[in-house]
């Protein structure tokens, strides 16, 4: 079937203003991960949904981030009053068990704040 | 933090060499994981050794894994300019992925 899918692929926004980004997860895959990537850097853990239990919120670097997901579809990453500093490529992986396993990962949507 | 450390930053070799790159880490994990990134899109996964393996092959590579030193290496053979991207090891702890900071790979044609 289909990989992970996430919209929009680029998003251009002014300071202040909020965006959501959107990610489609391999359907069945019961674990959803949101990383951010800043340019030439590795990926830094935002959160992580598993089933229908409580998600892992320990990597949003602040309240003006949240995410959500019902069930096992689709999430969406939304921040609040971005900063210049929130530019980066956020990146959605899922994956199919609990548990230790590979991830599969979308294209990653690249905000930039002006 | 976990966060792996992979070394070299940047990789440079002409098609047809051996590319060797190292990833350390901090604490005891339940496997480790090679991915791929080419430049503008998504990671994707090579391979994947658990922490009772000390080598695991997949085609062109190579993967060799110390848990006493805490360190994996990835080798890849007989280079292809294709082979040109960006390489990241995750060891994971549970349900978490703690990725490193990556090895920029250019293979020269």
């Known amino acids: 079937g289909a990989g992970v899918s996430q919209s929009p692929s680029n998003k251009v926004t002014e300071k202040g203003k909020d965006v959501e980004l959107r990610c489609d997860p391999i359907s069945g895959h019961t674990a959803l991960y949101w990383y951010r990537q800043r340019l030439g850097q590795g990926l830094e853990f935002l959160i992580y949904?598993?089933?229908?239990?409580?998600?892992?919120k320990s990597g949003l670097p602040s309240d003006r981030f949240s995410a959500e997901r019902t069930g096992e579809s689709v999430s969406t990453l939304t921040i609040q009053r971005t900063q210049q500093e929130d530019s980066a490529v956020y990146l959605c992986?899922?994956?199919?068990?609990?548990?230790?396993?590979?991830?599969?990962f979308g294209a990653g949507t690249r905000l930039s704040v002006l | 933090s976990q966060q792996g450390e992979e070394d070299p930053q940047a990789l440079s070799i002409q098609e047809g060499e051996n590319a060797t790159m190292n990833c350390s880490y901090k604490t005891s994990i339940n496997n480790l994981q090679w991915y791929r990134q080419n430049s503008g899109r998504g990671l994707v996964h090579l391979i994947l050794?658990?922490?009772?393996?000390r080598e695991k092959h997949s085609g062109r590579l190579r993967v060799t894994l110390d848990t006493s030193k805490k360190s994996s290496s990835l080798l890849i053979t007989a280079s292809r300019a294709a082979d040109t991207a960006s390489y990241f090891c995750?060891?994971?702890?549970?349900?978490?992925?703690?990725f490193g900071t990556g090895t920029s790979l250019t293979v020269i044609p």
């Open positions: 949904f598993q089933g229908n239990s409580a998600p892992d």
């Open positions: 995750a060891t994971v702890i549970g349900n978490q992925f703690y």
């Open positions: 050794i658990r922490s009772n393996e």
């Open positions: 992986a899922s994956s199919p068990d609990r548990g230790a396993n590979i991830q599969y």
